[in-house]
């Protein structure tokens, strides 16, 4: 692609392919810097096939060069090469997905495809964190069409099998950018910011609407369960990936009983999305509501997986000539070493988890916050001490206070039990938890005096298992008031976070009450719990949970504590002597 090529006289007769064309030429001016654009070129360049002069990756390429599993690799569980194919050749169509979708995976989309996928689009687009939820939603959802006289459409899959799907530039594109019957009435102004924003500037306008041009109410299209699983397993897998870590490191020991738990994380989640009234799908409504309220990180881990193509181990940036680096070898070497071992969140303590497993970190991940920067707890380093364990302290309120009180900054309280008289199906595990970034202390402890703006300072309400569920803190100042703390313990009452705790009465022993929209008590025998879910309620610290609608019930479920963990954050490694006990 050469980057020189003027832009200035596009005018309005520009095609969608030039136009697409011209606008990664943008992309790859604007969002790279010249070294990462060379190594993304000898990266591309390296191993694309030539057919006809078209220089191309087809799906095999794709992953291989990505580390990710695919059919082709049969001793790992993990088939997640074609989902990402599947994601990419759409978005490599971008902003034409309904002219040009799926692409062949050619420099320029390519280009398109890292730009999207690596959150370096600031540059070049606005409104581009909402708007790339809807392109993602695109690239991985089926599209269907009813009461339209014609046949179904063939698989909306584009699999390239060897070199025989290169021939084709142009094809058919996805109707998925008109999700219909979705009451999505109100955002239809918005919903082409991304494209039109990235047009602007090339007089492209007119076009891209042509392109656009969709009856709402004739389409509709969803996200399958079975490929969004699959996308989910992924992620779970790869959420501590950092930047240019092998993902090997992550991927080369899926035994048995990592995969279980792997694949409960991952019902888990898909749980919030009601699958079981999705009408064969995930709709754009929900994917939209879910994954911006409730799992506002699920998406990161592609970052640091996609920014493998911009460091090619081909070229030796130590010898330097005329024009810098030098590509030392055009075959990539296999590394000498094996995959190193995972590292972990968690720092040496008194005690090990029983409910932290990898796939649980992960999982938090995708909605937790590090408590220093508005990023997610893995991206931000945190990492977390253990601070106190009924399995290993005893279940008393004293050695509660003793190992809390103590620790001088932020906790994670994670808790693990059976629902109360579950039913005669068995006994039902819950594992609920809460994010509580500021430090315990002996009066009721409120909310910080930080922004509410910030994010990272409130605290969080959550359910992990079995359906995720978030109650994000309230950044109401209103709800700031010293008998409704975020977190209160006393010996004859117990553990209550965002209640309201009733005044002092010699007559009477008077317990929290449940505030707004969630709540959790914990007795004074660390025994059992009452977790207090509503669908409405904002006056109280939490907020109601973006899976749940007005019309539901309120949930209060009483459960059996099997283990109470709290594990202190520690925002860098570097800071762990700041947070020690005092």
Same mark, same amino acid.
């Given at each position: 692609?050469?980057?020189?090529?003027?832009?200035?006289?596009?005018?309005?007769?520009?095609?969608?392919?030039?136009?697409?064309?011209?606008?990664?030429?943008?992309?790859?001016?604007?969002?790279?810097?010249?070294?990462?654009?060379?190594?993304?070129?000898?990266?591309? !360049?390296?191993?694309?096939?030539?057919?006809?002069?078209?220089? *191309?990756?087809?799906?095999?390429?794709?992953?291989?060069?990505?580390?990710?599993?695919?059919?082709?690799?049969?001793?790992?569980?993990?088939?997640?090469?074609?989902?990402?194919?599947?994601?990419?050749?759409?978005?490599?169509?971008?902003?034409?997905?309904?002219?040009?979708?799926?692409?062949?995976?050619?420099?320029?989309?390519?280009?398109?495809?890292?730009?999207?996928?690596?959150?370096?689009?600031?540059?070049?687009?606005?409104?581009?964190?909402?708007?790339?939820?809807?392109?993602?939603?695109?690239?991985?959802?089926?599209?269907?069409?009813?009461?339209?006289?014609?046949?179904?459409?063939?698989?909306?899959?584009?699999?390239?099998?060897?070199?025989?799907?290169?021939?084709?530039?142009?094809?058919?594109? !996805?109707?998925?950018?008109?999700?219909?019957?979705?009451?999505?009435?109100?955002?239809?102004?918005?919903?082409?910011?991304?494209?039109?924003?990235?047009?602007?500037?090339?007089?492209?306008?007119?076009?891209?609407?042509?392109?656009?041009?969709?009856?709402?109410?004739?389409?509709?299209?969803?996200?399958?369960?079975?490929? !969004?699983?699959?996308?989910?397993?992924?992620?779970?897998?790869?959420?501590?990936?950092?930047?240019?870590?092998?993902?090997?490191?992550?991927?080369?020991?899926?035994?048995?009983?990592?995969?279980?738990?792997?694949?409960?994380?991952?019902?888990?989640?898909?749980?919030?999305?009601?699958?079981?009234?999705?009408?064969?799908?995930?709709? *754009?409504?929900?994917?939209?509501?879910?994954?911006?309220?409730?799992?506002?990180?699920?998406?990161?881990?592609?970052?640091?997986?996609?920014?493998?193509?911009?460091?090619?181990?081909?070229?030796?940036?130590?010898?330097?000539?005329?024009?810098?680096?030098?590509?030392?070898?055009?075959?990539?070497?296999?590394?000498?070493?094996?995959?190193?071992?995972?590292?972990?969140?968690?720092?040496?303590?008194?005690?090990?988890?029983?409910?932290?497993?990898?796939?649980?970190?992960?999982?938090?991940?995708?909605?937790?916050?590090?408590?220093?920067?508005?990023?997610?707890?893995?991206?931000?380093?945190?990492?977390?001490?253990?601070?106190?364990?009924?399995?290993?302290?005893?279940?008393?309120?004293?050695?509660?206070?003793?190992?809390?009180?103590?620790?001088?900054?932020?906790?994670?309280?994670?808790?693990?039990?059976?629902?109360?008289?579950?039913?005669?199906?068995?006994?039902?595990?819950?594992?609920?938890?809460?994010?509580?970034?500021?430090?315990?202390?002996?009066?009721?402890?409120?909310?910080?005096?930080?922004?509410?703006?910030?994010?990272?300072?409130?605290?969080?309400?959550?359910?992990?298992?079995?359906?995720?569920?978030?109650?994000?803190?309230?950044?109401?100042?209103?709800?700031?008031?010293?008998?409704?703390?975020?977190?209160?313990?006393?010996?004859?009452?117990?553990?209550?976070?965002?209640?309201?705790?009733?005044?002092?009465?010699?007559?009477?022993?008077?317990?929290?009450?449940?505030?707004?929209?969630?709540?959790?008590?914990?007795?004074?025998?660390?025994?059992?719990?009452?977790?207090?879910?509503?669908?409405?309620?904002?006056?109280?610290?939490?907020?109601?949970?973006?899976?749940?609608?007005?019309?539901?019930?309120?949930?209060?479920?009483?459960?059996?504590? *099997?283990?109470?963990?709290?594990?202190?954050?520690?925002?860098?490694?570097?800071?762990?002597?700041?947070?020690?006990?005092?």
């Amino acid at each position: 692609m050469g980057v020189g090529q003027s832009t200035e006289h596009l005018g309005h007769a520009g095609n969608p392919e030039h136009l697409s064309h011209v606008l990664a030429e943008r992309f790859a001016t604007k969002c790279f810097t010249p070294l990462e654009l060379t190594h993304f070129k000898d990266n591309f !360049f390296s191993r694309a096939i030539d057919q006809g002069g078209m220089k *191309y990756w087809n799906e095999k390429i794709l992953s291989d060069f990505l580390g990710i599993p695919d059919s082709s690799d049969s001793h790992c569980p993990l088939d997640a090469g074609p989902v990402i194919f599947r994601m990419v050749s759409y978005l490599g169509a971008f902003p034409f997905q309904n002219t040009l979708a799926p692409s062949v995976l050619t420099f320029e989309a390519m280009v398109k495809v890292a730009v999207l996928l690596t959150e370096r689009y600031g540059k070049v687009l606005r409104r581009a964190r909402k708007d790339r939820i809807r392109l993602l939603f695109g690239s991985l959802a089926d599209v269907g069409r009813r009461d339209v006289g014609g046949p179904p459409g063939d698989e909306d899959v584009h699999k390239e099998t060897g070199d025989s799907s290169a021939a084709k530039s142009h094809v058919a594109g !996805f109707e998925v950018d008109a999700p219909a019957n979705d009451n999505y009435e109100d955002e239809d102004e918005d919903d082409d910011d991304l494209a039109l924003a990235a047009l602007e500037s090339l007089d492209a306008i007119d076009v891209f609407k042509h392109d656009s041009r969709i009856d709402k109410k004739v389409y509709e299209a969803r996200i399958s369960v079975a490929t !969004f699983r699959r996308l989910l397993m992924l992620l779970i897998v790869i959420a501590p990936l950092k930047t240019l870590e092998p993902v090997d490191t992550y991927t080369s020991d899926l035994n048995e009983n990592r995969m279980e738990s792997i694949r409960k994380e991952a019902d888990t989640i898909l749980a919030a999305f009601n699958i079981e009234d999705s009408d064969g799908g995930i709709s *754009y409504r929900s994917f939209a509501n879910i994954t911006l309220n409730a799992l506002p990180y699920l998406f990161d881990p592609l970052t640091p997986l996609f920014e493998h193509l911009l460091f090619s181990k081909n070229l030796d940036l130590t010898k330097k000539n005329g024009s810098g680096a030098t590509v030392t070898d055009t075959v990539e070497k296999p590394p000498d070493n094996p995959p190193s071992s995972p590292s972990t969140i968690m720092l040496p303590g008194s005690f090990e988890s029983t409910i932290l497993k990898s796939s649980v970190v992960s999982h938090l991940s995708f909605f937790l916050p590090s408590p220093t920067s508005n990023v997610n707890l893995l991206r931000g380093n945190m990492r977390l001490h253990s601070v106190f364990s009924t399995a290993a302290h005893g279940s008393s309120l004293t050695s509660f206070s003793h190992h809390v009180l103590t620790w001088n900054s932020g906790t994670l309280l994670l808790l693990e039990g059976a629902v109360s008289e579950s039913s005669e199906h068995g006994e039902r595990m819950v594992t609920l938890g809460a994010y509580l970034p500021q430090p315990w202390k002996s009066a009721p402890l409120s909310h910080s005096s930080t922004k509410p703006s910030d994010s990272s300072a409130l605290p969080c309400l959550f359910e992990l298992s079995p359906k995720h569920q978030l109650l994000q803190g309230n950044p109401s100042p209103s709800v700031q008031k010293p008998n409704s703390p975020v977190a209160y313990f006393s010996t004859s009452t117990g553990i209550a976070i965002g209640c309201q705790i009733p005044a002092p009465s010699r007559s009477q022993q008077l317990k929290p009450m449940p505030l707004g929209a969630g709540s959790l008590t914990i007795d004074a025998n660390l025994e059992s719990a009452t977790f207090y879910v509503s669908p409405i309620g904002h006056n109280g610290v939490f907020l109601p949970p973006a899976t749940t609608s007005p019309s539901e019930q309120t949930v209060k479920r009483q459960i059996d504590i *099997y283990t109470l963990e709290i594990w202190g954050l520690v925002p860098e490694p570097s800071d762990a002597s700041s947070a020690e006990p005092r």
